[in-house]
């Protein structure tokens, strides 16, 4: 069966700095998709970022990046020049096209100190 | 452009009554639907998922059910509602299980 593991439940990051939460996922899969999801604290999830496994390139969106090992089965998130607006959880996800489901992280909170 | 509704946003309900959460889902056709269940500071825990009208997948033994009735809409539903029930409930959509999920504003559910 397939799990995601999130080991930080909670990280801080000063304002300006750079952040990275880690996930491990365990498949036996070669193809597959990772997500990243943010849950402010409005409670409303968005995405932040997606990585297709074929893909060997680094997902980037912003001032968001992933560091993608696929050997190593390590999928984490870097947040460069951290907000307040950061301030969220963030949930990894594990997806693959035969699976009809996405299997979600259990979420590290992230809190931007001013 | 797509959107995903729910309703109703808070929701405060006695122990043993019914329970009808609604979602419904704008400007696609055949998405995949799921329903999550989030606990105060606590990750998702997928309750129901759906690849077409009628078809229903339960990932957890309680006493919540869901229903397809029509292609964009996604039914949460219990007979008698339990303390254990209180949570966040949020539903979502897809294109496809490799593609992102939308997620709705999501309900606050608590059973006093």
């Known amino acids: 069966a397939q799990t995601v593991t999130q080991s930080q439940p909670e990280m801080s990051v000063q304002e300006a700095e750079t952040v990275t939460l880690s996930c491990t996922y365990d498949t036996s899969e070669s193809n597959y998709y990772l997500f990243w999801y943010k849950q402010p604290p409005s409670r409303q999830m968005i995405l932040v970022i997606r990585?297709?496994?074929?893909?060997?390139q680094n997902a980037t969106e912003n001032r968001f990046s992933v560091n993608f090992q696929k050997a190593a089965k390590s999928f984490s998130l870097k947040i460069s020049d951290s907000q307040l607006g950061d301030t969220a959880m963030y949930f990894c996800a594990f997806g693959k096209t035969s699976y009809d489901k996405v299997i979600f992280g259990p979420g590290t909170s992230l809190s931007v100190i001013p | 452009s797509q959107t995903i509704h729910q309703w109703p946003a808070t929701l405060v309900q006695p122990v043993g009554s019914p329970l009808s959460l609604e979602c419904t889902v704008e400007g696609t056709s055949n998405p995949n639907l799921y329903w999550y269940r989030q606990a105060a500071g606590r990750g998702l825990q997928l309750l129901f998922y759906?690849?077409?009208?009628?078809?229903i997948s339960s990932e957890v033994p309680q006493n919540l059910s869901a229903s397809r009735p029509q292609d964009r809409q996604f039914i949460l539903s219990s007979k008698k509602l339990l303390l254990s029930d209180s949570g966040f409930y949020l539903c979502?959509?897809?294109?496809?299980?490799?593609?992102?999920?939308?997620f709705g504003p999501g309900t606050r559910l608590l059973v006093l």
């Open positions: 979502a959509w897809s294109p496809a299980v490799q593609e992102t999920q939308y």
């Open positions: 759906s690849v077409g009208i009628g078809q």
């Open positions: 990585q297709e496994a074929y893909k060997q």
